[in-house]
């Protein structure tokens, strides 16, 4: 096979060229595949990891009082368990299937540059020991908060400079996976497949990978500043000589929004290839999806101050904010009306993939709404800090970007092990989850509207029976996940064979680009019971 311009030649694979079997061959493999597989296990190792620690919070604040951990604990629990969840175990869990799906829908023999795959993977371990280490060290973690806000982080101990460190190897890794994707993605597509013919999954890392390449850079500059501001004697953030704090909140922010869509948009892209596949049609409205999709990440760029309109802003920026915020809802609204009209009329089965979408829908659209909400000064004013907005982003983070890693995991698990998963428990882990996930987040809707402040170990009497609630809710989710993982080590081990075509002929639904004529003849495959 001649090699593929502008890519690496793959003629040969080298990933079992020296080292046949065993740890070494995953240590140093190019395979696009055992990668995406190595990312799927990080991350779900370190979904548990920031799992526990979300638990140790939640039975903390299980009743008033100070129970289980001593507050600074508390504190370092929250600030890990966003991080680790955030750049731990959603993002490398997207990648994970970005390197299994992308060659495999594009034609492409492998990713452009095999070895820097490699590499991106391996640094993800060393910065999950560095975070998690930094529990160990005096000082422990930052009390921070994932957003890692100074005065604070330019106070902290050792633990400190631990999670700086692999917040920055956190980076790099990123970005030599995002230009991975991208060089992939405009290169090595098979000829005929036009941008526009492209699965949307392929779109949404697309865009992904160029929102990845803009702001991690921007989280690394403001991480720098902190730590010379520790150790060499500068005043970024330091108001003692002259700095400002708020300054290190506007550059976190201009990543830290786009990083929500970061998060949100390759989970788009599963569910675009779900829903389509469940309902037996091709997916609405596929040029106005993509469309839809880059305004998002375009829009994202502009709207980072809604998360500081109590910093003192002046009111003309409180409404400039305010207005773009809510102008996201658009395409947004654009994408949930395509995804709807999908499903209309269409031949449906509810299998767990299919599951989950739905309930990605629903929820995050959910979260959505709250997500308006805030976007209102004058509320966000109100709310700003509160456990409105802690559930506002678990109902984005987890009933969005979880749900729909579980859709696209259910999805393609036959495809990746060749056997299909046991359905009834793939259906008792989702509706455990949904049950759960509710149980959990929507009644700190309620605290929040009654005051409750987040990142706190101790509250008032008057909050107790929602805390209760939301307690027992996440306990119940927590050991729901472990249904997953059953799930999936049945898949490996064997099990009913996959057919070809694992879902009754709606698999190859995943390539068609609805026909521009009106009354197209589109063959609906039969439906299976």
């Given at each position: 096979m001649a090699a593929i311009p502008g890519g690496a030649d793959h003629s040969h694979d080298h990933s079992h060229d020296h080292h046949p079997s065993g740890l070494m061959r995953w240590v140093t493999t190019?395979?696009?595949?055992?990668?995406?597989?190595?990312?799927?296990?990080?991350?779900?190792a370190m979904f548990i990891v920031g799992g526990i620690m979300a638990l140790v919070i939640r039975a903390e604040l299980f009743q008033p009082g100070l129970q289980v951990v001593d507050p600074d604990r508390f504190n370092q629990m929250t600030t890990l368990h966003g991080l680790i969840m955030v750049f731990g175990a959603i993002m490398p869990a997207f990648v994970g299937f970005a390197n299994w799906m992308l060659p495999l829908m594009i034609g492409a023999s492998d990713m452009a540059f095999a070895r820097m795959n490699n590499w991106s993977f391996w640094l993800l371990?060393?910065?999950?020991?560095?975070?998690?280490?930094?529990?160990?060290?005096?000082g422990g973690a930052?009390?921070?908060g994932?957003?890692?806000?100074?005065?604070?982080?330019?106070?902290?101990?050792?633990?400190m400079d631990m999670a700086i460190f692999a917040v920055h190897i956190l980076g790099i890794s990123s970005i030599m996976g995002s230009i991975n994707i991208v060089t992939t993605i405009l290169n090595m597509r098979a000829p005929g497949m036009t941008l526009m013919k492209m699965p949307l999954f392929c779109w949404t890392w697309l865009i992904t990978a160029y929102l990845v390449i803009a702001v991690m850079p921007v989280l690394a500059g403001a991480v720098t500043m902190i730590l010379t501001d520790r150790h060499f004697g500068t005043s970024f953030f330091n108001a003692a000589g002259g700095g400002d704090p708020v300054l290190y909140q506007h550059i976190f922010w201009f990543f830290g929004h786009p990083e929500v869509y970061i998060i949100a948009i390759p989970a788009f892209g599963v569910v675009s290839q779900v829903i389509p596949a469940f309902s037996r049609k091709p997916l609405f409205g596929y040029a106005s999806m993509v469309y839809a999709t880059s305004s998002i990440a375009i829009l994202s760029f502009i709207v980072w101050a809604h998360h500081m309109y109590t910093v003192g802003m002046p009111v003309a920026g409180q409404l400039y904010f305010m207005f773009a915020t809510m102008l996201i809802?658009?395409?947004?609204?654009?994408?949930?009306?395509?995804?709807?009209?999908t499903m209309w009329r269409g031949s449906l089965t509810f299998e767990t993939p299919m599951l989950f979408s739905i309930g990605f829908l629903f929820l995050f659209t959910l979260g959505g709404f709250s997500g308006l909400v805030l976007s209102m000064t004058a509320v966000d004013v109100q709310l700003h800090d509160s456990y409105y907005v802690v559930a506002h982003f678990h109902y984005v983070m987890v009933a969005g970007a979880l749900f729909s890693a579980y859709a696209g995991a259910y999805y393609w698990l036959p495809k990746w092990t060749g056997h299909m998963y046991d359905e009834k428990l793939g259906k008792l882990h989702f509706w455990l989850s949904l049950i759960f996930f509710n149980m959990t987040f929507f009644v700190q809707h309620f605290l929040g509207l009654a005051g409750m402040p987040r990142r706190i170990p101790d509250y008032s009497l008057q909050f107790a029976e929602f805390n209760k609630i939301?307690?027992?809710?996440?306990?119940?989710?927590g050991l729901s996940q472990l249904v997953f993982l059953v799930v999936v080590l049945k898949c490996l081990k064997g099990g009913e064979k996959a057919s070809a075509k694992p879902w009754d002929g709606a698999e190859g639904l995943e390539w068609t680009v609805p026909s521009p004529a009106p009354h197209h003849t589109f063959e609906v495959p039969p439906v299976v019971k």
């Open positions: 190019t395979n696009h595949k055992d990668i995406g597989s190595m990312y799927l296990w990080f991350s779900f371990p060393p910065a999950a020991i560095l975070l998690t280490g930094s529990l160990l060290v005096p930052a009390a921070s994932w957003t890692l806000y100074p005065p604070l982080t330019v106070q902290m101990g050792i633990g809802a658009v395409p947004t609204g654009v994408k949930v009306f395509n995804w709807v009209a939301s307690s027992i809710g996440a306990f119940g989710f």
